[in-house]
C-alpha cells in the first residue's frame, strides 16, 4: 500500500468510495459531481484534477479525473488502487469510432484494449498480453445500458499514445486505423489499456465505458462542450454500475 496523502491526490483514507467514476476532463467531473451526486465534497484537485465523493442511490460513490493518456491515468489509478483501496475504476469518456454501424453518441463498453502502447513492457511477460475488463463490471454495464434504453456495442477499443497520428502517403491499406477496423476494433481512446493492466496487475477491477463523439470514416463530430456536459447516459449507466458493485 501506498502512504496517503500520495504524490498526485491529497484526499485523506476513506475519502474514496469503493468505486471510482473516472473521466478525462476535471470539468465533466464537477459536472458529474453537481450533476448526479447528492452531496458531493471536493476531495482533490492537485494540479486541478478535480476529484468529488458523493452519495447515488443511496450508495458513496467518487469521480475523479485522469488527464489524457496511458501515463496520466496509469498514475492516478495506480494510487487509488494501492494509496486509497479504491476496488473499481470506471473510465468514463469518447471515443472515435471506426466501424460504419456505431453512431455519434452511442456507447461503447471495452471488452478488450488493444494498444500501440508499450506500457505492457514493465511486466516483463513473455509474448503479448491482452488487457481486459472486469467481466462483473462488463454485465453490470450492459445491464445499465439496456435500463437506460443506450445503444450500445460490446468488444474490443484501441488505446493509442497518438492523438494526431502521421497517416501522409500511407496507402490506404496500410493505414492501422483500416488494419484495426479490419480486425473489428470498434473505436480509438487513449487510455483504457494502461487502467486494465494496472487492474490485473493489483487484482482490482476496472471498465472503460465510452460514448462516441467523432467517427474517423465518416468525419461526423461532436464539439468540447457536447463532449464536456452531454454524455449523461453514459454518465448514468457507469453510476448504476457503481450502485451494483457496491452490493458485491
Not at 467514476?21 to 447528492?38: Q, V, Y
Not at 502521421?166 to 491499406?173: K, L, M, Q, S, Y
Not at 487502467?195 to 467523432?214: E, H, P, V, W
Request: with cysteine.
Amino acid at each position: 500500500m501506498l502512504s496517503t496523502p500520495t504524490p498526485h491526490i491529497s484526499a485523506k483514507p476513506g475519502d474514496f468510495g469503493k468505486t471510482v467514476l473516472m473521466p478525462g476532463d476535471p470539468l465533466r467531473s464537477r459536472f458529474i459531481a453537481e450533476n448526479f451526486l447528492e452531496n458531493p465534497v471536493l476531495v482533490n484537485n492537485v494540479r486541478g484534477v478535480q476529484g468529488y465523493t458523493g452519495t447515488y442511490k443511496g450508495v458513496k460513490v467518487s469521480v475523479m479525473a485522469s488527464g489524457m493518456g496511458m501515463p496520466a491515468i496509469g498514475i492516478y489509478s495506480h494510487e487509488l488502487y494501492n494509496g486509497y483501496g479504491v476496488e473499481n475504476i470506471i473510465r468514463v469518456g469518447s471515443a472515435g469510432a471506426i466501424q460504419e454501424d456505431i453512431h455519434l453518441y452511442d456507447l461503447v463498453i471495452a471488452q478488450g484494449a488493444c494498444t500501440d502502447s508499450n506500457w505492457a513492457s514493465q511486466y516483463h511477460l513473455p509474448g503479448t498480453f491482452a488487457p481486459i475488463g472486469s467481466w462483473e463490471l462488463i454485465t453490470e454495464a450492459v445491464k445499465a445500458a439496456e435500463n437506460n434504453g443506450a445503444r450500445y456495442h460490446v468488444g474490443n477499443v484501441n488505446s493509442s499514445d497518438t492523438f494526431y497520428g502521421d497517416h501522409e502517403g500511407v496507402p490506404e491499406g496500410l493505414d492501422s486505423v483500416y488494419g484495426l477496423k479490419k480486425m473489428g476494433v470498434m473505436a480509438l481512446e487513449m487510455e483504457a489499456a494502461a487502467l486494465y493492466m494496472n487492474a490485473a496487475r493489483y487484482g482490482k477491477r476496472a471498465l472503460c465505458i465510452c460514448t462516441i463523439s467523432d467517427h474517423i470514416l465518416t468525419g461526423e463530430l461532436t464539439t468540447s462542450e457536447e463532449r464536456q456536459n452531454s454524455f449523461t447516459t453514459m454518465m448514468k449507466v457507469a453510476l448504476d454500475v457503481a450502485v451494483a458493485m457496491e452490493k458485491k
